[in-house]
């Protein structure tokens, strides 16, 4: 693997907020390089060897774990994975003794789910090592922000200049937030659109255009990137229904026909089927969905390796 | 009990707003002369205390701190929170009932003031609930409390939120006179929310509180008191929309009074930063225009009172996730040191801060405490408004160590505290002649 153009400065890597351009875009060059190392048959390298990367899910996540393990293991880590369900924390551990536990087994890199914003900054000030932001409650999750961000460069050859909208539930999710700061930073305009029960308070401040209307949202874009509707919001508490909801913010054919001729269809998934988007837009000649998958183990390698100058244990 | 002469002083009358120099003679807990100008020489045999031109007033009552006695004293108890009181200029605290039991029967109020007697350095008086359990249901006995030493009603940290009930309960508290104390929170517009609703909290990715919260409940609650004539006090406000509704209240000449606590006058919800837990409190601290909004109203004399909001917290139930942590600071000790950052910056004068810590309350209890004249309680405070420090926590004589104002730089302090005439708290450089 290439070294990037420039060193990463930071020790974690907690979210986009506070990295520059320059950061951002050394990553995805690295990321670049992982994808071609990953689409060879030797896919081993041996920057990280000899290194310890605890996974530490306090949220079930089948998708972001195993492309963190499988990163991990293609530059030479031992990956070890530890999840909510069989740890002591729902013996009434708390998240500091976890991480004074986890410490003193010497890891060189952690990378921490947490279902409560701010939970991986408290984690990160307890420990040695360096600590990967996984996704903390609604605040941020930087690794997809950068695969996102990957994958729409390589399709779209830049992403200075760029229309993109991001759709629904955006009160709830770490990807928007992770996703408004990146695309901002590189230069891309940046929609919103949502019904205003799942928009955050004073989102116009973030600098983004704001839409209730989807179709109106979506002229002109040249992304569109659906966000996840979790379930227990779907029934009465933030929209009344699946159906309402689908009819009205539900990517379909109509609708992804407001867009540009050649936009692009993103999700972090997972999907849900005919709530967020319908599909045969998701299996579509537009989709980006499955690359986006594929970019994901590509950025997380670039962001282990770019962390690896500043690891602990030398 | 000889006499204490506390010369040479700057004396600070907060029922007149008045400063002038003088001294005040005490004797046998009580105030036994004021006098302006020169000091006149000391009565035979009385110890005195030179007071090097620094101000003297009535002691503070801070009518809203949380005490974990009884059920919870691993947080703090009477003992440790009079000596926090003592240390921060604070003659008189009234202790919430959020306590294991509430206090909501005359057994616990009883049990509670003599505790204090046996415990306690400073004057604490109980305050009881407005519902058994806080439960939010059944009225409490509010004649048999009153009777028993209870100084006002709340549900503390609760708002009640049953209409019909508060109704009841204002009704019934107007045969008393007793005074209804409301923490100002709609629980359905708080939901899970942990900070104020905004940007910032957007930024964040936590669940706001909106402003609404609070003047949903106060609008509702001022409706009441039209309806019933009952005192209320609208224990904290956070905002410029509930110093409006205030101001309507007053100018309509119903019988409503509000308090704020000393962390929204001095904070904002920027001081959150990144997560720090110290930080989350209720009311939330909210934005700086916010802030500003309720500073003017102190300094109007809109906004009564001045509170601590004194909440004791341990580490395991703050050192979490924001959104997990509990909300509460630790203030009783703080109270002056902070509060004296509006009369630097030149928001408040001196005399108006004190009396929202003094006078006022006082008037509100019906209590003879919190003036400066002969008659009155030695209920004393030697204040030091220059004093320049940067604060421990670990010097802290709180059980617990969640100050917002650790490592914070505060200038002003109490340097002598006397609680009936006895010195509860003095710095090593006032000296005692005897």
Same mark, same amino acid.
């Given at each position: 693997?290439t070294q990037g153009?420039?060193s990463?400065p930071?020790r974690?890597?907690?979210g986009?907020?506070?990295?520059?351009?320059?950061?951002?875009?050394?990553?995805?060059d690295?990321a670049d390089?992982?994808v071609?190392?990953?689409?060879?048959?030797?896919?081993?390298?041996?920057?990280l060897?000899?290194?310890t990367?605890i996974?530490?899910f306090?949220?079930p996540?089948?998708?972001?774990?195993?492309?963190?393990?499988?990163?991990?293991?293609?530059?030479?880590?031992?990956?070890?994975n530890m999840?909510?369900?069989?740890?002591?924390v729902?013996k009434?551990?708390?998240?500091?003794d976890?991480?004074?536990?986890l410490?003193?087994?010497?890891?060189d890199?952690?990378?921490v789910?947490h279902q409560?914003?701010?939970a991986?900054?408290l984690?990160?000030r307890?420990?040695?090592?360096?600590?990967v932001?996984a996704g903390?409650?609604?605040?941020e999750?930087?690794?997809?922000a950068?695969?996102d961000a990957?994958?729409?460069?390589?399709?779209?050859?830049?992403?200075?200049g760029?229309?993109?909208a991001i759709?629904?539930?955006?009160?709830?999710?770490?990807v928007?937030?992770?996703?408004?700061?990146?695309?901002?930073?590189?230069?891309a305009?940046?929609?919103?659109?949502?019904?205003t029960?799942?928009?955050?308070a004073g989102l116009?401040r973030?600098?983004?255009e704001?839409?209730t209307d989807m179709?109106?949202g979506?002229?002109?874009?040249d992304?569109?990137m659906m966000?996840?509707?979790?379930?227990e919001?779907?029934?009465?508490s933030f929209?009344?229904?699946?159906?309402?909801?689908?009819?009205?913010y539900?990517?379909?054919?109509?609708?992804?026909?407001h867009?540009?001729?050649?936009a692009?269809?993103m999700?972090?998934?997972p999907?849900?089927?005919?709530?967020e988007?319908?599909?045969?837009?998701?299996?579509g000649?537009?989709?980006?969905?499955?690359?986006?998958?594929?970019?994901?183990v590509?950025?997380?390698?670039a962001?282990l390796?770019?962390?690896?100058?500043?690891l602990?244990?030398? | 009990m000889t006499?204490?002469?506390?010369?040479?002083a700057?004396?600070?009358?907060p029922?007149?707003g008045?400063?002038?120099?003088?001294?005040?003679?005490?004797r046998?807990g009580?105030?036994?002369?004021?006098?302006q100008g020169?000091?006149?020489?000391?009565?035979?045999?009385?110890?005195t205390?030179?007071?090097?031109?620094l101000?003297?007033?009535?002691?503070?009552?801070d009518?809203?701190?949380?005490?974990?006695?009884?059920?919870a004293?691993?947080?703090? $108890?009477?003992?440790s929170a009079s000596a926090?009181?003592a240390a921060?200029?604070v003659?008189?605290l009234?202790?919430?009932?959020d306590?294991?039991?509430v206090?909501?029967?005359?057994?616990i109020?009883?049990?509670?003031l003599?505790?204090a007697?046996?415990t306690?350095?400073?004057?604490?008086?109980?305050?009881?609930?407005?519902t058994?359990?806080?439960?939010?249901?059944e009225?409490t006995?509010?004649g048999?409390?009153q009777?028993?030493?209870?100084?006002?009603?709340t549900?503390?940290?609760k708002a009640?939120r049953n209409?019909?009930?508060?109704?009841?309960a204002l $009704?019934?508290?107007r045969?008393?006179?007793?005074?209804?104390?409301?923490h100002v929170e709609e629980?359905d517009?708080v939901?899970?929310?942990?900070m104020?609703?905004?940007?910032?909290?957007?930024?964040?990715?936590?669940?706001?509180?909106?402003?609404?919260a609070?003047?949903?409940?106060?609008?509702?609650?001022?409706?009441?008191?039209?309806?019933?004539?009952?005192?209320?006090?609208?224990?904290?406000?956070?905002?410029?929309?509930?110093?409006e509704?205030i101001a309507?209240?007053?100018?309509?000449?119903?019988?409503?009074?509000?308090?704020?606590?000393?962390?929204n006058?001095?904070?904002n919800e920027g001081d959150?930063?990144?997560y720090? $837990?110290f930080?989350?409190l209720?009311?939330?601290?909210r934005?700086?225009s916010d802030?500003?909004a309720?500073?003017?109203a102190?300094?109007d004399g809109?906004?009564?009172v001045?509170?601590?909001?004194?909440?004791?917290?341990?580490?395991?139930?703050?050192?979490?996730?924001?959104?997990?942590?509990?909300?509460?600071?630790?203030?009783?000790?703080?109270l002056l040191?902070?509060a004296m950052?509006?009369v630097?910056t030149?928001?408040?004068?001196?005399?108006?801060?004190?009396a929202?810590? $003094?006078?006022?309350?006082?008037?509100l209890?019906?209590?003879?405490a919190?003036?400066?004249?002969?008659?009155a309680?030695?209920?004393?405070?030697l204040?030091?408004p220059?004093?320049?420090?940067?604060?421990d926590k670990?010097?802290?004589?709180?059980?617990s160590?969640?100050?917002?104002?650790?490592?914070a730089?505060?200038?002003?302090a109490?340097?002598?505290t006397?609680v009936?005439?006895?010195?509860?708290?003095r710095?090593?450089?006032i000296a005692?002649?005897?």
């Open positions: 693997m153009p420039q990463f930071h974690h890597l907690l986009i907020e506070g990295l520059t351009r320059p950061e951002i875009e050394g990553l995805l690295r390089a992982a071609d190392i990953s689409r060879q048959v030797e896919k081993k390298r041996v920057t060897r000899g290194r990367q996974n530490l306090f949220e996540s089948t998708r972001t774990q195993s492309s963190f393990e499988l990163a991990g293991k293609r530059l030479g880590a031992d990956v070890m999840s909510v369900a069989s740890s002591s729902k009434g551990e708390t998240l500091i976890t991480a004074a536990t410490n003193a087994m010497r890891p890199i952690i990378v789910r409560s914003a701010g991986v900054h984690l990160a307890k420990v040695d090592c360096s600590v932001n903390d409650g609604a605040h999750h930087p690794t997809q950068l695969l990957l994958t729409i460069r390589r399709n779209k050859g830049r992403i200075e760029l229309q993109v759709c629904g539930d955006v009160l709830h999710s770490r928007a937030r992770s996703n408004i700061i990146s695309l901002q930073a590189l230069g305009r940046v929609r919103v659109i949502g019904p029960t799942l928009l955050p116009e973030f600098g983004v704001v839409f179709r109106a979506l002229a002109g874009c992304i569109v966000l996840r509707l979790q379930r919001r779907m029934n009465g929209v009344p229904s699946v159906k309402e909801y689908f009819r009205y539900g990517l379909d054919g109509d609708k992804l026909a867009a540009k001729p050649d692009l269809v999700h972090p998934g999907m849900n089927r005919g709530v988007i319908a599909s045969d837009i998701a299996d000649a537009q989709s980006l969905i499955r690359e986006q998958v594929e970019m994901g590509a950025v997380r390698m962001v390796e770019a962390l690896a100058t500043h602990p244990n030398d | 006499a204490l002469l506390l010369a040479n700057r004396l600070l009358d029922a007149t008045r400063e002038s120099p003088g001294a005040v003679l005490v046998d009580r105030i036994a002369d004021v006098a020169a000091a006149p020489g000391a009565p035979e045999g009385a110890r205390i030179d007071c090097d031109g101000v003297l007033a009535p002691g503070l009552i009518l809203r701190a949380f005490v974990g006695e009884p059920g004293e691993h947080r703090e $108890t009477l003992a926090a009181a921060g200029g003659t008189t009234v202790c919430m009932p306590t294991n039991p206090i909501d029967g005359p057994a109020v009883d049990f509670v003599r505790r007697r046996d306690a350095c400073v004057n604490v008086l109980p305050a009881a609930a407005v058994k359990g806080l439960a939010g249901r009225m006995e509010f048999l409390l009777e028993a030493g209870a100084v006002a009603f549900d503390g940290l009640v209409a019909q009930v508060m109704r009841r $009704t019934y508290a045969d008393f006179g007793a005074l209804i104390m409301q629980p517009l939901g899970e929310g942990v104020n609703e905004g940007e910032f909290a957007s930024r964040l990715g936590l669940i706001g509180i909106p402003r609404e609070e003047t949903v409940m106060l609008e509702r609650d001022i409706r009441l008191v039209r309806l019933t004539g009952a005192r209320y006090h609208a224990a904290m406000i956070s905002c410029a929309d509930s110093v509704i309507r209240a007053k100018n309509d000449g119903l019988p409503v009074t509000c308090g704020v606590s000393v962390n006058l001095v904070l959150i930063g990144h720090r $837990t930080c989350r209720s009311p939330p601290l934005h700086e802030r500003q309720v500073v003017k102190l300094a809109l906004i009564d001045v509170v601590s909001d004194h909440n004791p917290q341990d580490v395991e139930t703050k050192r979490l996730p924001f959104a997990e942590a509990a909300d509460g600071a630790l203030g009783i000790e703080t040191g902070a950052r509006l630097h030149g928001d408040v004068g001196l005399p108006r801060l004190i929202a810590m $003094t006078a006022a309350p006082a008037r209890l019906g209590r003879e919190g003036q400066l004249r002969a008659g309680p030695a209920d004393l405070v204040i030091d220059d004093l320049p420090y940067l604060l670990r010097r802290l004589k709180s059980r160590k969640n100050s917002p104002f650790d490592e730089r505060l200038q002003g109490a340097v002598l006397l009936g005439g006895e010195i509860v708290h710095a090593p450089e005692v002649a005897a």
